[in-house]
């Protein structure tokens, strides 16, 4: 079934997030800023100890306990799929980007250009032959930097990413890790059918807080990376020699080349 653009563009937007209390100052203001943007925010506090007071100056919120509903830490942020029973744009975010106004508008039309089967985002990897390490075989569009066109990409970042609810039925009580989100999600997309898309836009438009926190997957992923490395290979075995995925040249905003998405 496709989904029309009208169709899409009268969905409810719904934002969701996880935080953790050491970033609970841009967590603060990435509410701020998405919060204007959609009819919903679900918000999944993960270690806190009391619920923050300046959530009671927002309505059209949800505000859960990760540890009340399966203390699946980041992962919990995909457990908002489970309250919509009608199709909605999804919007994943962070607790540590400063997002700007036209954000989610954006991604918005970006899944209308493909009838809603996408999932788009702006952080994006493109895993690179011999396919042997996840955090170094890859070309990595980072969301603060420029990019000339939407590219297919095998992974997003999660927290900069958007899809419809009705093709991405995402349950984390299913996952067997809670860790590793981004690789999860490119996995279950694929397997549907679902490219994953990194958005055209200018230098900036999405802007780091912080980055390199102690406390960061990526961090923990640096460290060891056999794991995703493992699950890397397991996403492009689901590809067919007919769905290439290009890389880029040197600079990204120059001419693609065509790479094998086969392990």
Not at 16 to 45: C, D, G, N, W
Request: charge should be neutral; aromatic fraction near 8%.
């Amino acid at each position: 079934m496709t989904v029309t653009d009208e169709a899409i563009a009268r969905m409810p937007r719904v934002a969701t997030i996880a935080t953790m209390p050491s970033r609970i100052e841009s967590f603060q203001k990435v509410l701020a800023a998405i919060h204007a943007q959609v009819a919903h925010v679900f918000i999944y506090l993960d270690g806190y100890a009391e619920v923050p007071s300046f959530l009671g100056g927002f309505d059209r919120i949800t505000v859960r306990r990760a540890e009340d509903v399966g203390n699946l830490h980041a992962s919990s942020r995909f457990l908002c799929l489970q309250d919509c029973r009608d199709p909605v744009v999804v919007v994943s975010v962070d607790d540590d980007i400063i997002y700007p106004p036209d954000y989610v508008e954006r991604l918005v039309q970006a899944l209308q250009r493909r009838q809603g089967k996408a999932v788009v985002g702006v952080f994006g990897r493109v895993f690179l032959p011999p396919h042997q390490s996840y955090t170094s075989d890859a070309a990595t569009f980072h969301f603060a930097n420029a990019l000339d066109r939407d590219w297919h990409v095998h992974e997003l970042g999660t927290g900069t990413s958007a899809f419809i609810s009705s093709y991405l039925p995402l349950n984390p009580k299913d996952w067997d890790r809670n860790d590793m989100d981004d690789i999860i999600v490119a996995t279950e997309a694929q397997a549907r059918g679902l490219p994953r898309i990194a958005v055209a836009r200018a230098a900036g438009w999405l802007r780091p807080h912080s980055e390199g926190q102690a406390d960061s997957l990526w961090t923990k992923t640096l460290a060891d990376d056999s794991e995703q490395a493992r699950r890397m290979r397991a996403l492009l075995s689901l590809y067919s020699d007919r769905q290439p995925v290009r890389k880029p040249a040197k600079r990204l905003h120059g001419g693609p080349q065509p790479i094998r998405t086969r392990a």
